[in-house]
C-alpha cells in the first residue's frame, strides 16, 4: 500500500512500527521533479529492502543567494504517480516549516571534503545536503539509503558525514543515469532550450574524449584537461565552473593518472548549472 506522510513525528513512529515487525527499510532522499535517475536508485532501494521510503523536500539550505530554489522544478502530483508506479511504500514529503521550524539553528559541517569542486563555488551547500540529509536519517529511520553516483562528492560527503558520526545506515551508491544522447540525468536538465542542449552535450562529449585519450596511453592530467575545455570553450553559452581530474576519495588534484581517478566538471550552461563525471581507468580492458 502507498500511502505520503507529511509529519517528521508521524514518519518516525510509521518507523519505529516498521523496525518492530522487523522491516528492513530503504530510503531514496530526493528533491523531487523525477526522473529515470531517481527510478533507477528507487529501483536499487527496492531490491535492498522490505520497505521503501522515497523523501520528496526542496531544501533550501543547500540553496545560496542568487541560486535557483526558487524556481527550481517542482511536481509533487507526477512525482507521486511515478513513486506508486515504482512500489514505493511512502512518500515522505515534509514541508519547509517541519524541517526547519522557527528558531531552527543546528547544522552539519564537515571540514575537508566541501573544499573543492562544488563546493569552491557553492560555499553552503554540503553544509545544507549533510544537515537535511542527517534530518531524514533520523526521521524516517532507515536500514539503507540509495544516493546517485551523479552526484560524486555529494556520495563522498555522505559516506564520510555516516563513518564520522557513527551513523548506523548503509550507503548505497548507484550509477549515473544518461540520456539517449548522453547527457547526465537531471531535473535541472529541464531547463535547457532546444538550442542549448549541444554546449549541454560538451560535458558528456569531453568525457568520451577524456577516456580516449587515457585509453590511447596519455596519462598527463593537463593534456586532458585541455581537450576537455577545447570541447567545452567550443560553445559560447558555456562557463566553465570547474573540471578536474582528481583522487576517487579526497578530491585532491591528480598530476599523472596512474590508478583510476575521476573527472569531474560543473558548466554553467546560460543560466543553468550542469554537473557530470566519469571515473577514467588507465588500464581499463575493452570487452
Ligand atoms: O541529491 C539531492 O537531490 C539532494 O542533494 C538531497 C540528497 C536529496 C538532499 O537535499
Known amino acids: 500500500m502507498f500511502q505520503t506522510i507529511q509529519s517528521a513525528t508521524e514518519m518516525q513512529r510509521h ?26 536508485l528507487m529501483r536499487v532501494g527496492r531490491q535492498l529492502a522490505d520497505e521503501l521510503v522515497v523523501s520528496i523536500f526542496v531544501n533550501p539550505t543547500q540553496f545560496g543567494p542568487g541560486e535557483d530554489f526558487e524556481t527550481y522544478p517542482r511536481d509533487l502530483d507526477t512525482d507521486l504517480d511515478l513513486c506508486r ?29 566541501p573544499n573543492h569542486l562544488c563546493g569552491l563555488s557553492r560555499p553552503v551547500f554540503f553544509t545544507g545536503v549533510a544537515t537535511v540529509v542527517t534530518k ?96 567545452i570553450g567550443a560553445h559560447a553559452e558555456n562557463d566553465i565552473d570547474y573540471l578536474a581530474i582528481c583522487d576517487t576519495e579526497t578530491l585532491d588534484h591528480v598530476d599523472v593518472i596512474e590508478r583510476p581517478v575521476l573527472m569531474a566538471l560543473a558548466v554553467r550552461v546560460g543560466s543553468v548549472r550542469l554537473i557530470d563525471n566519469s571515473v577514467l581507468e588507465p588500464n581499463r580492458q575493452d570487452g
Do not use: W
Open 85 to 113: 508506479r515504482e512500489k514505493v511504500n511512502i512518500a515522505f514529503t515534509p514541508s519547509r516549516s517541519e524541517m526547519y521550524p522557527e528558531n531552527y539553528q543546528t547544522s552539519v559541517r564537515l571540514d575537508e571534503l
Open 15 to 40: 518507523a519505529d512500527d516498521l523496525r518492530r515487525k522487523g522491516k528492513r527499510i530503504a530510503l531514496v532522499p530526493t528533491m523531487g521533479f523525477l526522473h529515470e535517475g531517481h527510478l533507477s
Open 136 to 231: 531524514l536519517f533520523n526521521m524516517v529511520k532507515p536500514h539503507i539509503a540509495v544516493f546517485g553516483e551523479k552526484d560524486y562528492q555529494q556520495l563522498l560527503v555522505i559516506r564520510r558525514m555516516v563513518k564520522d558520526l557513527n551513523l548506523d545506515v548503509e550507503i548505497v551508491g548507484s550509477p549515473l543515469v544518461r540520456e539517449a544522447d548522453g547527457l547526465a540525468m537531471s531535473s535541472r536538465n529541464n531547463y535547457l532550450t532546444a538550442q542549448q542542449r549541444p554546449a549541454a552535450l560538451s560535458l558528456y562529449h569531453s568525457i568520451c574524449k577524456a577516456r580516449q585519450l587515457v585509453d590511447s596511453g596519455i596519462r598527463e592530467s593537463g593534456r586532458i584537461l585541455s581537450e576537455a575545455v577545447k570541447i
